[in-house]
DNA sequence: CGGGTGCTTGAGTAACGTCAATTTCGGTGG
DNA sequence: CCACCGAAATTGACGTTACTCAAGCACCCG
C-alpha cells in the first residue's frame, strides 16, 4: 500500500503562517519575510491512510516530512528480518532525519491513523538554508535532538523493569502533547499494544498487563486506545522510582 | 577527574593531512587547499588518561570530538540517576554530536583508556561549513549517520536473546576495525564487561557467561580485552539466526 | 449480523538477573 | 623482579521477571 507523493503542490489549504503548529515545527528559524520562500517548497497533499506508507527503506530520499496531523512510526528492519520501531512522531514533528545525506531512506514510515503531513524537498531546504544560517542552524538542532530522544529510548529499553518503560513511554506522549497546547492527562494512543511493545522491547501481552495493573492501581484509566492520567504524580514515580 | 581542555592549539603533532584517519573523519568533506582552514581551528593537547571526563553533562558545550586513538563512552542519566552508556567511540568517529545546538552538553563522555583527542570547536565549524557547502552536507551526513547507528543499537537492545546481542556488537566493532584497516578479526575490546552490559541491556555476569560461551563453540577466543574472531560466519549465524 | 483483528487474561516455563564465592589480572611499591 | 593489593572477571546456585502458548472476549468494519 504504497502512497504516491507526486504532485506533491497540489493541494495547500493550511499555510506554514496560519498553522497552528508553527511554533515547534520549521518556521521559528525564519522571519516572517522568509517564510514564504519554504512556503514554496513545502508540498503538501491528500492525508495517507491508516497502514499508509510515507516512504520505503531503500527507495530514493527525496524529502523529509512534518507531521500535520494524526501519527506516524518508523520501523527499520534488522538482519533477522524483524522490524523494530525506532520512533513514534506526532504533530508538528519532523520525520526521514536519519536519513539525510543519503542516496535511500534508511528506514520505512507508516501511517498509524490518517494523517496529513507536508513533504520538505531536502535539496531545497539546504539550499533555503544556506541563505539563512537560522534555519541551517535549526535543522542541527532538530537533528541532535532526534539523537537525544533516541538515547532517551535507549535508557527506557535498557535493563529496566518492564513498568517503568511503559509509564515512561505514556509520559513521553504526554509531555509531546503538552507541547501542543493540549490536555496532558487525556491521551490519545494511535498505536497497537504490539507496536508499543515492539518499541520497548517487551511482548505485548506484558505491554496489556501493565496497562491493567496501572488501572487497578488508580494511576490511569485506559478506554482501548483512550488513556487517561488520573495521578500524574504516581505515574511519575513508576517511571522513576526513588 | 575533569580534564580542562584550555591551550587547545598546544601541541600539533599531527596535521589532518597526515593523519591515518583521515579518510573516515572530517577531511573528505573539504579540498585540499581547503584543509588548511580546518586545520586552523582544531585543537590538540595531550591524551586524557583512563577514566578522564572529555566533557560533562551540564557543562558549556562548546566543541566536537574526534577521537584520534583510544576510545570513549558516553553516558544520559536517567531519571532515577542510572547511568545509560548510549554509545562507544573508536578512532576517526566523531563525539558530541548529540549536544548540537544546544547551549550545555546532554551527555559526558569518558575515556576508556589513554585517549587523544581532536577539539574541533563549533561555532568556528558551522562558520567554515558556510562558506564549504561539502562540509555543510557533511555535518548534516555525520549526525545522521549517528541516528542510524543509534537505531541500530536500537535494534539490539530490544527484545532478542542475550547472545544475539553480544555477537552483533562484537560484529559492530570488528566492522569498525576494518574501516580503518586494521584486522577485523582481532578485537582489542577497551570497555569492562559492565560497560557492554550496561550497553545492552544485560548483567554483566550474563556478557561473560556468554564470551566463556562462545568460547566453548569455538567461535572466538578470549583473552581478558584482547578478542579474536575464530569463526566469523559463525559469528554471523549468531547474531542474526534464520 | 458475521468475521476478523486486536486486546485481555491465564498457566507454565525459559531466560536472565541477583547474590555470593573464587580466580585472574593489572598496577604499585618494596 | 617479585610480592602484594584491589579491581575486574569468572563461575555457580537460586530466584524472578517477563515471554510463550493458548483460550476467550471486545470491538470495529463491512
Chains 1, 2 share one sequence.
Do not use: W
Amino acid at each position: 500500500m504504497d502512497i504516491k507523493h507526486l504532485n506533491l503542490r497540489e493541494s495547500r489549504a493550511v499555510h506554514c503562517s496560519e498553522c497552528a503548529l508553527n511554533p515547534i515545527c520549521l518556521p521559528p528559524a525564519l522571519a516572517d519575510e522568509d517564510l514564504d520562500q519554504l512556503e514554496n517548497i513545502i508540498g503538501r497533499n491528500r492525508p495517507i491512510p491508516r497502514g499508509g506508507v510515507l516512504f520505503r527503506y531503500g527507495s530514493q530520499f527525496e524529502a523529509i516530512y512534518a507531521v500535520r496531523s494524526g501519527a506516524i512510526k518508523t520501523c527499520s528492519i534488522s538482519a533477522n528480518g524483524e522490524e523494530q520501531i525506532t520512533g513514534f512522531y506526532f504533530p508538528g514533528e519532523i520525520v526521514g532525519l536519519d536519513s539525510i545525506g543519503h542516496q535511500t531512506y534508511e528506514s520505512t514510515a507508516i501511517a498509524l491513523e490518517s494523517t496529513a503531513i507536508c513533504a520538505i524537498p531536502f535539496e531545497a531546504l539546504e539550499e533555503l538554508s544556506r541563505k539563512h544560517t537560522t534555519l541551517n542552524h535549526h535543522i542541527f538542532k532538530l537533528m541532535s535532538s532526534e539523537i537525544r530522544s533516541d538515547h532517551q529510548i535507549m535508557q527506557m529499553a535498557g535493563k529496566r523493569p518492564a513498568e517503568e518503560k511503559v509509564a515512561t513511554l505514556l509520559l513521553s506522549f504526554a509531555t509531546r502533547y503538552k507541547r501542543r497546547n493540549l490536555c496532558e492527562d487525556n491521551i490519545h494512543v494511535p498505536m497497537s499494544r504490539a507496536d508499543i511493545g515492539n518499541h520497548l522491547g517487551l511482548a505485548l501481552e506484558t505491554v496489556s498487563r501493565i496497562f491493567t495493573h496501572f488501572q487497578e492501581l488508580g494511576v490511569i484509566s485506559v478506554n482501548g486506545k483512550q488513556i487517561t492520567v488520573l495521578n500524574r504524580k504516581e505515574l511519575l514515580a513508576l517511571a522513576a522510582p526513588c
